[in-house]
Structure formats: structure tokens, C-alpha cells
Nanobody
């Protein structure tokens, strides 16, 4: 079985913090790259952050300085610590697991979680 399950979402006031968790099983637990994406109502899904098996991270410009992605291979989990949350961070957040599929570093995300709702009030 391959599974990704997100948790940790909720309703917070602007300026608050949340820590999202993603529990991985099967092949997803040892993916080259783990990522967090989000999708707001009526908007396209967008990348929030990624982390490679080697610990390299990338962040969307909109969350740089406020978000930290991390992995725990012992627990087979990936986390997204979000601070200084803004109303525009409101979205469903998805955990994804993938592989690097090109020498340029392109990533194919093969496994996706169900998503967890994050709502930031003003």
C-alpha cells in the first residue's frame, strides 16, 4: 500500500502558526522529493515547499521566511511549519511524494494525500 495522510489544519487568526503533518507509507515513505501544495477556492493548485531526500528545500516566494518544510525518516513523515499566517494562506494543503525524473531536476509527484484545510481569519 502507498498512502499519504495530512493532518494539522484548522482555523487560526492572522499572525498565528500551524504545523501540518503528513504520514507516509509504502514507497511514498522513501520518495526522492516530498512536497506541500495548496489550493484556494477557485484557484489553481500551487507549490508551497519541497524537500529532497538530501535535505534540499525550495519555497514559493509567497511563503519564504514564514514556512519551513522538514522530513523525519524515522517516522516516515513530512512536516510544514507555518508562522505569521496571512488570510491569503487560506487553502486546502496537500502533501505529495515524487521522484526526480530528469537531469534538469524535474519532479513527478506520484502520490497525493487527501488534503487538510487551513483557514486564516483577519
Amino acid at each position: 500500500q502507498v498512502q499519504l495522510v495530512e493532518s494539522g489544519g484548522g482555523l487560526v487568526q492572522a499572525g498565528g502558526s500551524l504545523r501540518l503533518s503528513c504520514a507516509a507509507s509504502g514507497r511514498a515513505a522513501s520518495s526522492d522529493v516530498m512536497g506541500w501544495f495548496r489550493q484556494a477556492p477557485g484557484k489553481q493548485r500551487e507549490l508551497v515547499a519541497t524537500i529532497t531526500s538530501g535535505g534540499n528545500t525550495n519555497y514559493a516566494d509567497s511563503v519564504k521566511g514564514r514556512v519551513t518544510i522538514s522530513r523525519d525518516n524515522v517516522k516516515s513523515a513530512v512536516y510544514l511549519q507555518m508562522n505569521s499566517l496571512k488570510p491569503e494562506d487560506t487553502a486546502v494543503y496537500y502533501c505529495a511524494a515524487g521522484r526526480v525524473v530528469s537531469v534538469e531536476g524535474a519532479i513527478a509527484y506520484r502520490y497525493w494525500g487527501q488534503g487538510t484545510q487551513v483557514t486564516v481569519s483577519s
